[in-house]
């Protein structure tokens, strides 16, 4: 029992003793445990002195003045806020992608900011959890101040660098029961058909395996409407094209 818990019930008990409402026997109890409570808390805090086993920073303390504690309790927590890790639970698919040594960039939102807080893959699991069928990833992150200990983050991993990849518009790729296709733009300004295989892709682009070159220009707006051989405008500086929307029909 609490050292206030104690005295509260022993201060109610008083006069009720007093006045005959309870028993001596009753009265006898409460002042025990009150004695007991008070007596314990003396003697712990003569004897026990709590020395943490790392150097850090106090993050949180468990328990309150007068709380019985038994051994194994967690009284404090001590955090070493220059040795942070994220962890991440990821799928069969996913954990293949990952290896030591790769950069994460942390984010307090999906949309990371490239100057964001950096780190690196430490740890991949070998075993998937056997409740969760996760495989756990620990990242280890670089010392800033944005970062606390308890609190939820968002990883960008680069898993996957090909530097001489051919990339279109996820927009820009079709696909019927022959596959994948994108209309390029032919030397005399028709449309196209050319049918791609992809490889990987990111939130905005398909990686190009097979099917087109670097020098091929690919509708990236309107391409909808096109057909084989229509014509196609140019209305725009960059390496795509769009379909004017007359001469698309």
């Not at 791609?196 to 087109?212: A, P, T």
């Not at 309107?222 to 229509?230: I, M, S, V």
């Amino acid at each position: 029992m609490r050292v206030e818990d104690a005295r509260r019930l022993y201060e109610r008990m008083k006069p009720l003793y007093d006045a005959g409402a309870i028993s001596r026997e009753e009265f006898d109890q409460a002042k025990s445990a009150y004695d007991m409570a008070s007596s314990g808390l003396t003697d712990a805090s003569h004897s026990v002195q709590l020395a943490s086993p790392i150097q850090g920073v106090l993050t949180d303390v468990r328990v309150d003045a007068g709380d019985r504690v038994e051994s194994g309790d967690t009284l404090a927590v001590v955090a070493d806020l220059s040795e942070l890790r994220l962890i991440l639970d990821v799928s069969q698919n996913d954990v293949e992608e990952f290896e030591e040594g790769q950069v994460v960039v942390i984010g307090r939102d999906a949309a990371a900011r490239s100057n964001a807080p950096a780190g690196r893959v430490a740890r991949v699991g070998l075993s998937a959890d056997a409740k969760t069928r996760l495989f756990r990833v620990e990242i280890a992150l670089e010392a800033d101040p944005e970062l606390r200990p308890g609190t939820l983050r968002y990883a960008q991993v680069r898993t996957y660098r090909h530097d001489d990849a051919i990339a279109v518009p996820l927009a820009s790729v079709l696909e019927d029961g022959g596959g994948r296709y994108v209309y390029v733009v032919s030397p005399d300004g028709a449309a196209e058909r050319r049918n791609i295989v992809v490889g990987r892709s990111s939130e905005e682009f398909y990686e190009v395996v097979s099917g087109l070159s670097d020098r091929d220009r690919v509708v990236v707006w309107g391409q909808n409407r096109l057909k084989e051989g229509a014509k196609v405008r140019i209305v725009g500086q960059g390496d795509g094209a769009a379909a004017d929307e007359g001469e698309a029909a």
